[in-house]
DNA sequence: ATGCCTATTATTAATAGA
């Protein structure tokens, strides 16, 4: 099973990215972010007609989240991150699909910081890391997947002394990306990459994509039950390539099926 | 220290992104 995140940065004017993707990867899963649109501008359709059924989050001009799963309805189990009920920007949204449970997410950026859009990230973290507490224990696989907004460590920045102060790298952020890794979670690509420089975001800036000035912002986290299945993980870097597109690239996870159940004891005899 | 580039919204400029 393939699951995938793509921050799209804009539904509607990504939509020839997004489907060419679709068809050429063929996710059984797919999270996306940045929709930047309410949900009449969902391309409930579209996806459809690659096979894919949808449920999304979505808010005008900024943020929006959705689930795509391949042949079958994701059955939504959230969207509201607990913990503020004032929080009106639709980052979350949470669903089984079979016997997985997705949570994708989109993690606020926080810049400037210090300021207010640093203390909503820090808060928004700290309630996200209180929700995946709970989910850590349960039964069956668990994958967190999406835009963080944070580079964990030096080896996820092209120049680590550039974004010391930066709201994706100050030690505020890394940490507590950390103390949530810390419960118990596994680090999908660095825990089959160890010591690879790997990006999933390259700026608009600077001439980023050309000379590789990336950034690894788009995480999976998995709990016990899905990290025993992780097979592979990756990024598909050519879509960065494409003209028009997303600052960021789709990456994505291959789960091994449920391993067979043990063959059962002989059936106790009840008369 | 700031802009670079891009999308969205609302009217040619502001805001947000990372």
């Not at 669903?95 to 989109?106: I, S």
Request: hydrophobic fraction near 40%.
């Amino acid at each position: 099973m393939k699951i995938a995140t793509f921050n799209v940065n804009g539904v509607r004017s990504r939509l020839a990215h997004l489907l060419l993707w679709l068809e050429r990867e063929q996710p059984d899963i797919a999270c996306l972010q940045e929709l930047k649109s309410e949900g009449h501008g969902f391309p409930t359709l579209d996806v459809r007609a690659r096979g894919y059924e949808a449920i999304f989050h979505g808010q005008k001009s900024w943020n929006g989240v959705a689930i795509l799963a391949k042949g079958a309805k994701p059955v939504e189990i959230g969207r509201a991150m607990p913990g503020d009920p004032n929080d009106e920007q639709s980052r979350y949204i949470e669903a089984d699909v079979g016997e997985v449970r997705v949570g994708c997410l989109y993690l606020p950026n926080g810049n400037p910081a210090p300021g207010p859009k640093f203390d909503y990230k820090l808060r928004w973290f700290e309630r996200f890391t209180q929700h995946a507490a709970e989910l850590l224990a349960h039964e069956a696989p668990v994958v967190l997947a999406g835009d963080y907004n944070v580079m964990p460590t030096d080896l996820d920045v092209y120049k680590p002394e550039r974004w010391l102060d930066d709201a994706l790298f100050r030690p505020e952020v890394r940490e507590a990306y950390a103390r949530l890794v810390a419960q118990g979670w596994t680090d999908a690509l660095r825990t089959l990459h160890p010591g690879e420089r790997i990006y999933t975001f390259w700026d608009y800036f600077r001439n980023a994509w050309p000379r590789n000035a990336g950034l690894r912002i788009d995480h999976f986290l998995l709990n016990p039950v899905a990290a025993k299945r992780l097979a592979a993980a990756g990024v598909d870097r050519e879509v960065r390539g494409w003209e028009k597109t997303s600052d960021h690239a789709p990456v994505w996870v291959e789960l091994k099926p449920r391993a067979p159940k043990p063959r059962t004891k002989v059936r106790k005899v009840t008369e």
